[in-house]
């Protein structure tokens, strides 16, 4: 039996441009970018002794791509802590790898125009493997100074207790 969405009003997809993202309980300030959550399963071709002209197909492992996010720079230090903690560079021999917390869990919601939260993703098990501090300076440009860092991560999945919000309308004054 087909199930049918309970907000049968909605018939716009969700925008792209209203999100926000949690780690260590607690959102992170100004990302302004993050990239596609994606997967790839590999294919497993085999055949049977019998059958010489085709090939049957199953699938095999399956790889999470790396996830990244971009946010304007300030003097928060989030991006910058998380990345330190998979490579400090001169904290002395014996301390250059937080082995303890370098990875971490992550939340990334998504909200309709009018702010409600419509989706969320659990990212597992993520830790930095590239940090860039800004992007390239030009005297010449007129843009806001970005920093980034790239998200490896063993996998990803929907938060399904997340409901789909019954939009609100606005009724004209009498």
Known sequence: MAQF??????????K???FRVKWDGKYVAGISKVGALKRTTEVVKHREGGDPSS????????????????RGVTHDKEFEQWANKV???GSG????V?????RKDIIIEVYNESGQL?????VFRAW???????ADLDANANAVLIQHIKLENEGWERDTEVPEPAEISFTEPT
Do not use: C, H, M
Request: cysteine-free; overall charge neutral; glycine content about 4%.
């Open 128 to 134: 930095v493997s590239e940090f860039q501090a800004q």
């Open 16 to 18: 792209n441009f209203k």
């Open 98 to 102: 937080s082995l303890k917390d370098f």
């Open 93 to 96: 021999l014996g301390a250059e």
């Open 87 to 89: 490579w400090n560079f």
């Open 118 to 122: 419509v989706i969320a993703y659990k």
């Open 5 to 14: 969405s309970v907000n049968a009003s909605r018939f716009d997809p969700y």
């Open 55 to 70: 090939s049957r197909k199953s699938p095999g492992r399956t790889e999470y791509d790396a996830i990244s996010l971009e």
